[in-house]
């Protein structure tokens, strides 16, 4: 297994700023770990800067992709005979909320999914919810005012700053049902090949059930505790584009390090596991 990522947009043989400190944590943990030129691939070229041996899988860990970007990502690495880690499919499962809201329906914000120039005040008619939470597929606003607004009549409003500070709308509009989460009790983890893994201390039963739902490799899972107590799903990610948050890179090369040495087919049955520090 490989890890992909993209190199320094001024120098190829370094990895893009943002992604150095994992890089340099991954290959310390003794991962393999390649670099490719984002601004390239975006104009259709793709190149390693070491080969990949045929039949290798690559775990990409990079910039936010839209589903076809990925699959043209995909594209590349089959052309040169090496096997992506996470297929197209199991990317926009993870990546596009409208994919994995209906597998976590039970334990998450109701969510009403709608077109960018829907008719918002009608399609929420009679819903009276205690506020709208407003993203596109994948992202909320998180500049301005942000993404909550308490009545229909603004979601249009919000939609269009959100068209202007983004440039795009990515899929359509996921209008959310407002909930109370507590201060700081937001909290991300991942589950790599089955195994579900925290930054700190024990895996919610909540985590362990998602990982059980849903079909992809690896991905992430962020829940919050809801004012009344209930943990709740907030957002799942793909977690190859996913930011590490209260993650260190150590801890998060730790962990793929750990899910690529116990990799087996199918580890959906077994228990939460701790990794060392
Ligand atoms: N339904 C909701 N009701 C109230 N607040 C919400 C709701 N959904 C999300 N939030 C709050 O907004 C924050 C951002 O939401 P979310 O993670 O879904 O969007 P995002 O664009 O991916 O943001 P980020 O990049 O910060 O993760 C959450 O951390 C949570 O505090
Ligand atoms: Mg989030």
Known sequence: MHLLYPSDPFDKKRPDEQYAEEYEAVVAAGLEAALFSFEDFE?????????????????YRGWMLTPDAYAALVTHLRDKGVIEFTNATQY??????????????????????????????QALDGLHWPGYFIKDYVKSLNTGS????????????LVEAMRQ?????????????????LQDTERRYFVLLGQTYGATGEVPSLVTECARLIDSPFFSIDVALRSDGVLRVVEL?????????????????????????TRRPNLLTEPPLAIDD
Request: aromatic share 10%; hydrophobic share 35%; proline share 7%.
């Open 165 to 181: 500070y983004r440039g795009q709308i990515e899929g359509g509009i996921c209008v959310r049902r407002r909930e109370e989460y």
């Open 43 to 59: 104009m259709g070229f793709f190149k390693t800067s070491i080969p990949i041996p045929p039949g290798d899988s690559v775990l």
């Open 237 to 261: 990610g793909d977690g190859q584009v996913s930011d590490r948050k209260e993650w260190s890179a150590e801890h998060f090369a730790r962990m793929l390090s750990h899910g690529m040495s």
């Open 92 to 121: 926009r499962h993870c990546h596009h909320l409208p994919e994995w809201y209906p597998l976590l329906v039970a334990y998450t914000s109701e969510t009403v999914v709608l077109a960018c120039d829907a008719n918002f005040n």
């Open 146 to 157: 942000g993404s909550l607004v308490d009545t229909p009549e603004r979601i249009a409003p």
